[in-house]
C-alpha cells in the first residue's frame, strides 16, 4: 500500500543528510526493513507507524547500530556502521527509556563520557561539563548520582550529553512517550529551540504536525512520504479503519 504525496525535494549534495539506497534488514529470520530509499536532509523529520512497522529498526540503521543487509546507508558521506567514531561529531540519539541509555553512576560522568570519546582529554571534558551545568543553574548536580534523578531529569541528562557533543542530526525514539505532561511541555520546548535536525521516531501523529517532513513506515516500507498535512490524515484513515476491523477476535495459534 503506497499513497501517492507530494515528491520530496532533496536536493543534489548526496553527502548531505542522511542517505539510503535499497537498503534492507532481516532479523531473526523476519525482513524488517525492505529497499529503503531515503534522502533525509530536512531541519524537522518525523517517521511514524504502528507498532512492529519498522521504526526502531529505522532509527538502529540510520545510527550505525546495525548494518543492512542489502544497500548503504550513509551519514553526511559516511557509513555509520563502519566508522562509530566518526558519527559521535555528525549524528546523537536520544532513546525512549533513558535507562538504556546512561552508562555512568553521577551525572558529570556520564556528561563528560561522549567528549572523551571524541578525543577530549579528560580535565578539558570535566571543565566543559561543569561550565555547561552552570550555564543552566545546575552546578549542584555536578557528583550527584543518576539514581537520585527523576525520569524527566534522566531524559534531560541524556539530551544534555548528546548536545554536548554537537552533533549535526539527533535522533529522538518516541521521545515524550510515558512522560507527565509538564515534562513533556519543557522537553518539547527544547527540542524546537535545537539547531540540529532532528529525526522524530513515533506512533503518535499529533506531535508531528510541526514537522518539514512525514514519512509513514508500513512492514518496513515508505506507504507515505511528504508533508505532514498530505500524510498525516492518510495515516489516520488508515489506523481508524484498521481499528474497526475485529482483528483480535481470532485466538493465537
Known amino acids: 500500500m503506497t499513497h501517492p504525496v507530494p515528491e520530496q525535494s532533496n536536493g543534489p ?28 536532509t530536512e531541519p524537522r523529520i518525523g517517521v511514524i507507524g504502528r ?25 553526511d558521506g559516511i557509513d555509520p556502521a563502519r566508522d ?9 540519539i536520544l532513546f525512549q527509556n533513558p535507562d538504556h541509555q546512561i ?12 567528549l ?18 552552570a550555564g543552566h543553574g545546575r552546578s549542584h548536580w555536578q557528583g550527584v548520582s543518576v539514581a537520585t534523578l527523576s525520569q524527566g531529569q534522566r531524559h534531560w541528562l541524556c539530551l544534555q550529553a548528546v548536545l554536548l557533543m554537537q552533533p ?29 535536525r532532528l529525526i522524530t521516531i513515533t506512533h503518535d501523529p499529533t506531535s508531528l504536525t510541526g514537522c518539514d517532513r512525514v514519512i509513514w513506515l508500513e512492514a518496513g516500507t515508505v506507504a507515505a512520504d511528504g508533508p505532514p498535512h498530505a500524510v498525516l490524515p492518510l ?18 495459534g
Open 116 to 133: 572523551i570519546q571524541m578525543g577530549q582529554p579528560k580535565p578539558d571534558a570535566q571543565a566543559r561539563v561543569a561550565a555547561h551545568l
Open 13 to 40: 549534495e548526496q553527502s548531505n543528510g542522511i542517505v539510503m539506497h535499497n537498503a534492507s534488514v532481516t532479523l531473526t529470520g523476519r525482513q524488517v526493513l525492505t529497499s529503503l530509499t531515503l534522502h533525509l
Open 235 to 252: 495515516f489516520g484513515d488508515e489506523m481508524r479503519r484498521l481499528g474497526g476491523l475485529d482483528a483480535d477476535a481470532d485466538l493465537a
Open 168 to 196: 549535526r542530526t539527533i535522533l529522538l525514539d518516541e521521545p515524550l512517550a510515558g512522560l507527565d505532561l509538564p515534562t513533556q511541555t519543557r522537553l518539547a520546548r527544547s527540542f524546537a529551540t535545537l539547531p540540529q
Open 84 to 92: 562509530r567514531k566518526a558519527m559521535l561529531a555528525r549524528l546523537g
Open 51 to 75: 507498532n512492529g512497522s519498522g521504526k526502531s529498526t529505522l532509527l538502529r540503521l540510520m545510527a550505525g547500530l546495525i548494518a543492512p543487509d542489502k544497500g548503504q546507508v550513509r551519514v
Open 103 to 114: 552508562l555512568f553512576p553521577t551525572v558529570d560522568e556520564e556528561l563528560a563520557f561522549g
